[in-house]
């Protein structure tokens, strides 16, 4: 079965700085990888998302992310935060099982705080 | 936009009432799930469905069912809440079709208090 580890349950950087967050996965196959993000009192909201070709992916509000195969990472990335970037973030593992049918396994989350 | 409404922002329940938690999505979306939301467990998968009447177990349906009459409604039943089942519950809905191109939708949760 297919799983996710987030490692760092809380994060703390200063407006400005660069973002790393870290997702590790578990899985034996190629596997669907997305990053969402829950902003405080909002629903959670797609990143980005990497299911094949260029190991870079980019998505919303300047972030982006790499698939490395070797390490079973899909760490995201932002080269200067904002106060806006506050938030729980949560990297997800998906596999097709036929048609429309998939799962879609989360981690336990990153919260991201962000001082001025 | 998407529209995944969750019928409750706040409910209280005492500890054996059944409990309906509803969900509705405006966008003709095949799939629907519920997950819970915990703090430091992230999203667990109680239950999805791709398709109406048809519904499978995710990674914890133990003290759940579900319910999927009608394409744009999916309704989690608590049938007998217990007090571990107090947390906050997120309805998703997706088009269907390859997971490259998916993506869900969240609603804006329901809170759940069982007492």
């Known amino acids: ?116 | 936009d998407v529209k995944v409404t969750q019928s409750s922002r706040y409910l209280v329940k005492r500890t054996g009432e059944k409990v309906f938690l509803e969900c509705v999505q405006d966008m003709d979306h095949e799939n629907m799930f519920w997950y819970r939301q915990d703090p430091g467990l992230g999203l667990r998968l109680i239950y999805f469905s791709y398709d109406v009447k048809m519904k499978e177990k995710g990674d914890i349906p133990e003290g759940y069912s579900v319910s999927r009459e009608k394409k744009e409604r999916f309704s989690l039943i608590l049938e007998s809440a217990s007090t571990n089942q107090t947390s906050m519950y997120l309805c998703a809905s997706s088009l269907g079709g390859l997971l490259g191109n998916e993506k869900l939708f969240f609603g804006s949760g329901t809170q759940l208090s069982v007492l």
């Open chain 1, 1 to 116: 079965a297919q799983s996710v580890t987030q490692p760092d349950i809380h994060i703390t950087v200063s407006e400005g700085a660069s973002l790393e967050l870290r997702c590790n996965y578990s899985y034996g196959a190629t596997p669907y990888l997305f990053w969402y993000v829950q902003s405080p009192g909002q629903g959670l909201q797609l990143l980005l998302k990497y299911f094949s070709g260029d190991t870079l992916v980019q998505g919303i509000k300047g972030f982006e992310a790499e698939f490395k195969r070797s390490q079973s990472s899909f760490n995201l990335r932002k080269p200067s935060v904002h106060w806006s970037d506050a938030a729980e973030y949560f990297c997800a593992v998906g596999v097709q099982r036929g048609g429309s049918n998939y799962k879609l396994t989360f981690g336990k989350g990153t919260l991201l705080t962000v001082n001025p």
